[in-house]
């Protein structure tokens, strides 16, 4: 695996070259992605006067949504490291209308501490993941947290439960020009938790405590438009750069591609129903002087047989 630094820098440089999409479906990835990071965003259940940090704020709505829950006296303060997205995070949701948020372009990895520090919560959907070296990541995720303050995201499983994603990739990719390299295993990318016992030690290492790993299915319902669904997942995806800088009838043959093996997911005339299994992790931020070799164990909930896999 390379090292923390190449990953970081491949990290900068990939999240530059996909702002474009992500901003350009800001409003979709909004009301379609909502289910990814319901699960957290209940557990985390925000209060008013509240400080929380989101984590990967993306283009914003998350933090939006946060900033609305803790109100005027609270504040909601989102982080992420691709800072085109923290622009348009700044004007979809300016101070007027949202008194207590706040944007900052950065890396969490390389922070002390995130500025707005101590929060009370914190709170990421499907960024963790995406971290070149996680440790690093949580634990300035910790320190930014008051001792006690919680912590609730969501991360992806494994491709298997997330067929959407490679369906859009592998369609797209034999029409687009060449693409940023896949993770290989622990690397950075949708699927560096697959592994439950590897997100409990990172957290653990990271400092915190009680942390609890449990499945989550969901689904993304999209319009019955098979040309918009092409396109918004490739562009969000790892083909999104080279999606954009080919030409036009490249492009029209990559979302055909792309269409043909979304079908499977597809109710015609109704909706496409993306399925997406995600684990919810929590836990709480031990003090500054607590040793984290003493923490417990970390808990997995493991799913029942005949528990609703749509839940």
């Known amino acids: 695996m390379a090292d923390a ?11 530059t070259g996909a702002a474009a999409g ?18 957290a965003m209940d557990r985390i ?57 706040r944007f900052h372009a950065a890396d969490i990895e390389t922070l002390d501490v995130v500025p707005g520090a101590p929060f009370d919560a914190a709170y ?4 963790l993941m995406l971290l070149a070296d996680p440790v690093a990541g949580c634990t300035t995720i910790r320190r930014s947290l008051r001792p006690g303050g919680r912590l609730a995201a969501t991360v992806f499983r494994d491709g298997s439960v997330n067929p959407w994603m490679s369906a859009a990739m592998l ?5 687009l020009g060449p693409l940023p390299p896949l993770p290989v295993g622990d690397e950075p990318g949708p699927f560096a938790f697959a592994d439950p016992a590897r997100l409990a030690r990172v957290l653990t290492v990271a400092g915190m405590t009680a942390v609890t790993i449990t499945p989550c299915d969901v689904a993304m319902d999209a319009p019955d438009d098979a040309d918009a669904v092409a396109e918004w997942l490739i562009e ?46 929590t836990a709480i931020a031990a003090s500054a002087d607590k040793p984290t070799a003493a923490a417990r164990p970390p808990v997995t909930h493991h799913r029942q047989p005949g528990q609703d896999e749509n839940r």
Request: glycine residues 12%; proline residues 7%.
């Open 124 to 127: 990421s959907r499907m960024a």
């Open 22 to 39: 992500w901003i350009r479906h800001a409003d979709r990835q909004d009301k379609i992605g909502q289910p990814l990071g319901a699960p």
């Open 5 to 15: 630094a190449l990953l970081r820098s491949r990290n900068a440089a990939f999240w």
């Open 236 to 281: 969000v995806g790892p083909a999104g750069a080279a999606y954009r800088a080919a030409p036009l009838a490249e492009q029209a043959s990559a979302r055909a591609g792309a269409a043909r093996l979304l079908d499977r997911f597809r109710e015609p005339g109704v909706v496409y129903r993306l399925p997406a299994g995600l684990w919810l992790v």
């Open 45 to 101: 259940a925000a209060r008013p006067g509240e400080r929380i940090l989101d984590v990967g704020c993306g283009c914003g709505g998350t933090t939006a949504e946060l900033a609305t829950a803790v109100g005027e006296t609270g504040a909601a303060v989102g982080i992420d490291i691709a800072e085109a997205m923290v622009t348009a995070a700044r004007q979809r949701f300016p101070t007027d209308r949202y008194p207590g948020i």
């Open 171 to 175: 369609g797209a990719a034999p029409h």
